[in-house]
């Protein structure tokens, strides 16, 4: 019985992703960032003192919506071929 040997050539010069994967990789780590600069802040002064601005619209509805569509965009980049 004659083996044969498995032999797996790897290419080098193969591109993992095209151009419009980290277009949109890009574009969805920039709306994460935005996402999170968004809900960042509300931090009180004083512990006596309460800042209402923790429950702001912002930062309980539109800052968590452009989080979870970067990561959906991030996620689009990665299985896009």
Known sequence: MVRQKCTMEVNQNKILFKK??????????????????????????????????????????????VVIIGYLLVFVAILKQ
């Open 20 to 65: 419009a994967n980290y277009q949109w990789l890009i574009s969805g780590l920039v709306l994460l960032v935005f996402g999170y600069w968004l809900m960042w802040g509300g931090k009180a002064q004083s512990i006596n003192i309460f800042n209402y601005e923790v429950f702001s619209t912002v930062k309980l509805t539109i800052a968590p919506i």
